[in-house]
């Protein structure tokens, strides 16, 4: 049971144009959303979050977009660069949780190009 | 201030041998965090550690895997025997205060191991 899914493995872009990555849920108790970067042979990086009680959170050229309604995040990166090759995951937790256990989906390749 | 570090970097071993994975979190920091990732995955978690006692280990494989964490600083991760389904980058994480979702988590650079 995939608690959180990003259904697109790949995606690339042009170098200046947006980039928008998406991640759906299905568990209605997450209520915390993050995303993470990788790139190869490194850890994931935190990149920037959000809490349900917002439905946006910007961060420079990073901004997340929540939809509750529909279980739905998504991250737009405006303008896209070549360094932000990487995968991206989304994760999710339920934010009054003492542990703070994310759940991640599988990753998105994206691919800016020159 | 120095990342979390892991070791090795690689390995590779043959199914039914052991291995042993190695963890130093970023200074200071009270929550550790051992994460699977197969390929085409997302990380998941293994086993949480608030200090030196264990938060969650409710995936991990307790037949075979098994994970301490002394003096509640560094931490190992060990597979006894190893199965081809345990191929996999093992990652480490910390964060500072005992674990809550505002927390962030910083990633080492994991430990990829390939079982043959």
């Known amino acids: 049971d995939q608690q959180v899914k990003q259904n697109s493995p790949s995606l690339s872009v042009q170098e200046g144009r947006i980039s928008i990555l998406n991640c759906d849920y299905t568990n209605s108790m997450f209520d915390y959303f993050l995303w993470y970067k990788k790139y190869p042979a490194e850890g994931p990086t935190f990149l920037i979050s959000i809490s349900s009680i917002k439905d946006k959170n910007e961060d420079g050229r990073f901004t997340v977009f929540l939809n509750k309604s529909a279980k739905h995040l998504s991250l737009h990166i405006v303008p896209s660069q070549p360094g932000d090759s990487a995968v991206y995951f989304c994760a999710a937790t339920v934010g009054s949780s003492n542990t703070g256990k994310l759940i991640f989906g599988q990753g998105t390749t994206l691919q800016v190009k020159p | 201030e120095a990342g979390v570090a892991q070791s090795p970097r690689y390995k590779i071993i043959e199914k039914r041998q052991s291995v042993a994975f190695w963890c130093n979190p970023i200074s200071g920091h009270a929550t550790l965090y051992w994460y699977q990732q197969i390929l085409g995955q997302g990380p998941k978690l293994l086993i949480q550690?608030?200090?030196?006692?264990?938060?969650?280990d409710s995936q991990l494989p307790k037949d075979r895997f098994s994970a301490e964490r002394l003096k509640g600083v560094d931490s190992t991760l060990k597979i006894q025997p190893a199965k081809l389904e345990d191929s996999a980058v093992y990652l480490c994480?910390?964060?500072?205060?005992?674990?809550?979702?505002?927390?962030?988590?910083?990633f080492g650079p994991g430990t990829r191991l390939l079982v043959l």
């Open positions: 550690f608030q200090n030196n006692g264990v938060v969650d």
């Open positions: 994480a910390s964060s500072l205060n005992p674990g809550g979702a505002w927390e962030t988590q910083y």
